[in-house]
């Protein structure tokens, strides 16, 4: 056996300078965000950074995309302190439902205790985690994050174990998920520019474009979208808006619509959605989604129709303004 390498703990301080200007961001990446959901067993997407939730400000606002809940994370890069504890108690108590993450450097016991305290008297609407960053290297290696956590609700791991086990599906969730598979692994050998999440038991998957509130979205369904009645199924690549700043951003990219769609090579259904915060700009296709024979055309299809909806949209992302 070769000589061993020692690790060797980093400073986060030595890494990120601030926890708004390098903190925040970092965490916000895709990449980083799904570390922090695996550690508390959540499938994380970014909405927002530093955004208002009603009259609250959060860190990063993620949709936990199991169920559409709100996830709050509060950082801070040094020892947990009252403020933020503050901040926690104030989200808690101005939202219906909601978890609530606290990622810091250093956890002391009274806030930790706080923590499981909120757990016990709680329902279950409400969850509170919370956990500890630690950035470690072996010699000149990159640094690695590993997220410890120090609180979680009562039986958590118990609870997401026992659900997920005690699942029902149906034959139609179980065929939306063999067809997602299935496009997974096409996507896997023939696309350099898309990758599908873990294949989920509905009608649509989402794909992430690295920017907040803005992603690709594939559906599979059995409802004709435009006559609006049951056929033997569509299939659809979308371009979908889904945060505070939606609406904006819609009629931003409606400006150049022309330019967008002679880019995508096709006109495209632009829908912005009444009484919702979410808008979409798609193109259909009428298929028979259980000719499992056809699905080799159908991902095909899928496929080319989501990577151009990424190369045509991608492009005007720096120019957009928030609200």
Same mark, same amino acid.
């Given at each position: 056996?070769?000589?061993?390498?020692?690790?060797?703990?980093?400073?986060?301080?030595?890494?990120?300078?601030?926890? =708004?200007?390098?903190?925040?961001?970092?965490?916000?990446?895709?990449?980083?965000?799904?570390?922090?959901?695996?550690?508390?067993?959540?499938?994380?997407?970014?909405?927002?950074?530093?955004?208002?939730?009603?009259?609250?400000?959060?860190?990063?606002?993620?949709?936990?995309?199991?169920?559409?809940?709100?996830?709050?994370?509060?950082?801070?890069?040094?020892?947990?302190?009252?403020?933020?504890?503050?901040?926690?108690?104030?989200?808690?108590?101005?939202?219906?439902?909601?978890?609530?993450?606290?990622? @810091?450097?250093?956890?002391?016991?009274?806030?930790?205790?706080?923590?499981?305290?909120?757990?016990?008297?709680?329902?279950?609407?409400?969850?509170?985690?919370?956990?500890?960053?630690? +950035?470690?290297?072996?010699? =000149?290696?990159?640094?690695?994050?590993?997220?410890?956590?120090?609180?979680?609700?009562?039986?958590?791991?118990?609870?997401?174990?026992? @659900?997920?086990?005690?699942?029902?599906?149906? =034959?139609?969730?179980?065929?939306?998920?063999?067809?997602?598979?299935?496009?997974?692994?096409?996507?896997?050998?023939?696309?350099?520019?898309?990758? +599908?999440?873990?294949?989920?038991?509905?009608?649509?998957?989402?794909?992430?474009?690295?920017?907040?509130?803005?992603?690709?979205?594939?559906?599979?369904?059995?409802?004709?979208?435009?006559?609006?009645?049951?056929?033997?199924?569509?299939?659809?690549?979308?371009?979908?808006?889904?945060?505070?700043?939606?609406?904006?951003?819609?009629?931003?990219?409606?400006?150049?619509?022309?330019?967008?769609?002679?880019?995508?090579?096709?006109? +495209?259904?632009?829908?912005?959605?009444?009484?919702?915060?979410? @808008?979409?700009?798609?193109?259909?296709?009428?298929?028979?989604?259980?000719?499992?024979? =056809?699905?080799?055309?159908?991902?095909?299809?899928?496929?080319?129709?989501?990577?151009?909806?990424?190369?045509?949209?991608?492009?005007?992302?720096?120019?957009?303004?928030?609200?």
């Amino acid at each position: 056996m070769g000589k061993l390498g020692r690790l060797e703990k980093v400073n986060p301080r030595d890494v990120w300078k601030t926890e =708004d200007r390098d903190f925040t961001p970092w965490l916000a990446k895709e990449e980083n965000i799904s570390l922090l959901g695996e550690a508390i067993g959540l499938s994380l997407e970014v909405e927002a950074e530093e955004k208002a939730v009603g009259p609250f400000r959060a860190d990063i606002l993620c949709l936990d995309t199991s169920n559409d809940s709100w996830v709050l994370v509060e950082n801070q890069l040094e020892r947990t302190d009252h403020t933020h504890l503050g901040q926690l108690m104030t989200y808690a108590s101005g939202l219906k439902a909601v978890t609530i993450v606290w990622v @810091a450097k250093k956890f002391t016991e009274e806030h930790r205790s706080s923590l499981d305290w909120l757990n016990e008297i709680t329902d279950d609407t409400f969850n509170f985690f919370g956990l500890e960053i630690e +950035l470690w290297k072996i010699g =000149d290696s990159h640094i690695a994050p590993k997220f410890n956590v120090v609180s979680k609700p009562n039986n958590w791991s118990r609870s997401v174990a026992a @659900a997920s086990k005690s699942v029902h599906l149906s =034959d139609s969730r179980l065929f939306q998920r063999d067809y997602w598979t299935a496009f997974g692994n096409y996507l896997e050998s023939n696309s350099n520019l898309l990758k +599908l999440g873990k294949p989920q038991p509905q009608q649509w998957m989402n794909i992430s474009l690295g920017k907040a509130g803005l992603r690709l979205c594939c559906i599979a369904s059995y409802k004709n979208s435009q006559q609006n009645t049951w056929s033997t199924g569509e299939i659809r690549a979308e371009f979908y808006l889904d945060s505070i700043n939606a609406k904006s951003h819609y009629e931003q990219f409606l400006a150049k619509k022309d330019i967008i769609e002679e880019s995508f090579g096709e006109k +495209l259904i632009w829908h912005n959605l009444d009484n919702q915060k979410s @808008a979409r700009v798609y193109l259909p296709k009428a298929v028979d989604i259980k000719n499992q024979n =056809d699905w080799n055309n159908q991902h095909k299809w899928l496929m080319e129709k989501l990577e151009k909806l990424k190369q045509s949209f991608t492009p005007h992302f720096k120019d957009l303004i928030d609200d």
